[in-house]
């Protein structure tokens, strides 16, 4: 049986979304136990009437939410009470519960769990590794794309060593190839950070380090995993999705402007469909943080049941596959190195 | 008479596509004097058989052309017979020559530009500023772009100043809307970079400064000008153009895998068509470098004719508003701050 938390506030959609991904989730996975946090009273309501296994589900009283504009420092600090730090409490005193899946602050989890639950041994920076859709049909990690907003080359071969290890794991990808974000291919590009990385990239043998990437390549499929600072890995990711979403919002938009286009449009209802769900994160689950000395699932904010299944799954799969034993042990090589 | 150079070899389609921008450009607009550079001999075959002003035309002979993988600095130093580098240094040597486009080498022409033509007084680091379609049909102008994979906040401001005036004179944007590329929207969002330089631009009242700018909202229409260092300023364009041009060639694809599709696509022939010269950067232009004492404007390398015009326009409007004397005079207000 594995034990994992589910943070049933602070999301869009809550508490439906993660109450109705944990049914999901147990439905689909006899083999998992949830506990879910927030308000008993409200959780209790979201579970009237539904059919699940009651043994496999648990409800932690948690009445305080967390607001999106509070200070992450503050919230760990202060909010105890609230369903997100109960969740990280939790989940640092209670030896059997191994993971957790939160759709709130993403501000306040980061902070809360880097602060209390601590790293996986040798890590020196946890990172947050999302997922996004190629167009060859495979999945590609961005890491980090968010926790560090300022690293160091030795930060970087980390991400490079997690992600890649958790594309394995969790995709099962085959020795992810692995890219190094620069404004250029060639190995000579970039400021003093990105050469010095690409330097210990190459030299790292657990992984397959493939050079640098240019932006424009990270939907072509040629990529399993690319390697940045939180900044960059941030604007990418976010670029990305918003590009997507104001062309497809283009495109819909045109299509009204015309009973011709929406004749054509009709034909094309399916297809539409597709891309449209090709495009929809609720389909790849959260962003991981990978390093925390538990597993720790960000879904987005706007998260549905769906897309907290995902994430649910997400955090099995890193528990069953113990991806934290293998980083440990892939960085534990190179940690000489570091500082 | 304004007297612009074009450097007609390095790009994808030359000498074709410079030679043909550059006769759009004289037969649109009789105030300008064209300078083509390159091997005489091919220029001379290129022009033959068309009708335009010879009056208005010059050939500079120049027989070298940079190869796409030669290193800048080496081609500053060694190939001063390259169309580019004659162009630079003609630019540099002759006061009546006011600019210059070229569709070659980014990097060559980067460095050429700010050893051999120096830069506006009181500026500190000369910037690319390309431009992007917006969702509610404007335009948005993010600075820098790869000029500079590391800045201060105090060329931040300065980016932010440049590329307002630039938005303002070559596109009639009326104050524009300036943002700071950050991961959040929030004041107090990002490394300290970020934070200093959010600090600088709300001081400075030349410019119209609304905050920080997510990169999923480029494309709203929101913002006229994104201020970026040039290493998260280039993912972000990028990413843009990539994801764009991806997500175009899937539905393509898709589109062709059904004879009904097909059919639908054949009803929404002309809105494709409008979408397609949409996301076509030809469209819009080139980069143009701001802060170097003279004009020089990058077209992208696959340009063709009707790019190559665009830039020359660009150039001209550049020139005729007097953007570098504005630029002077407006940064001269916040010299004693810079370093």
Not at 139 to 154: F, H, K, Q, R, Y
Not at 216 to 239: E, H, M, P
């Amino acid at each position: 049986m594995t034990k994992l938390l589910v943070d049933c506030f602070g999301g869009d959609h809550s508490p439906q979304a993660p109450v109705g991904g944990a049914l999901r989730a147990l439905a689909a996975n006899p083999e998992l136990h949830l506990l879910l946090t927030g308000d008993e009273a409200t959780l209790k309501k979201a579970l009237e009437g539904q059919v699940y296994d009651a043994a496999r589900l648990d409800i932690i009283h948690a009445p305080e939410v967390i607001g999106c504009d509070e200070k992450p420092t503050d919230v760990v600090r202060l909010k105890r009470n609230s369903s997100m730090m109960k969740a990280i409490m939790l989940l640092r005193d209670e030896d059997d519960i191994t993971g957790m899946v939160s759709t709130g602050s993403t501000g306040a989890l980061v902070t809360g769990a880097l602060v209390r639950l601590g790293r996986i041994p040798g890590v020196i920076r946890p990172a947050f590794c999302p997922i996004l859709p190629t167009m060859s049909g495979g999945l590609v990690g961005i890491c980090d794309s968010g926790a560090n907003v300022e690293v160091t080359p030795s930060h970087l071969r980390q991400f490079a060593i997690m992600a890649s290890l958790y594309m394995e794991q969790v995709y099962g990808v085959e020795t992810p190839r692995v890219a190094l974000l620069n404004v250029g291919k060639e190995a000579e590009k970039g400021d003093d950070l990105r050469k010095e990385a690409y330097r210990l990239l190459q030299e790292t043998d657990c992984i397959r380090f493939v050079g640098n990437m240019e932006s424009r390549d990270l939907l072509s499929g040629s990529y399993d995993v690319v390697v940045a600072d939180g900044f960059s890995g941030n604007v990418l990711v976010k670029t990305t999705e918003g590009t997507a979403l104001e062309l497809l919002k283009k495109l819909k938009k045109d299509i009204f402007s015309s009973m011709i286009y929406q004749l054509g449009a009709l034909l094309m209802k399916r297809m539409f469909a597709e891309e449209k769900e090709f495009m929809n994160y609720q389909n790849y689950g959260g962003s991981v943080l990978l390093g925390t000395s538990k597993v720790v699932v960000k879904g987005h904010g706007s998260s549905k049941a769906v897309a907290v299944e995902k994430c649910i799954e997400q955090a099995w799969k890193m528990e069953r596959g113990h991806l934290s034993e293998r980083i440990e042990k892939a960085i534990a090589r190179y940690e000489h190195f570091e500082e």
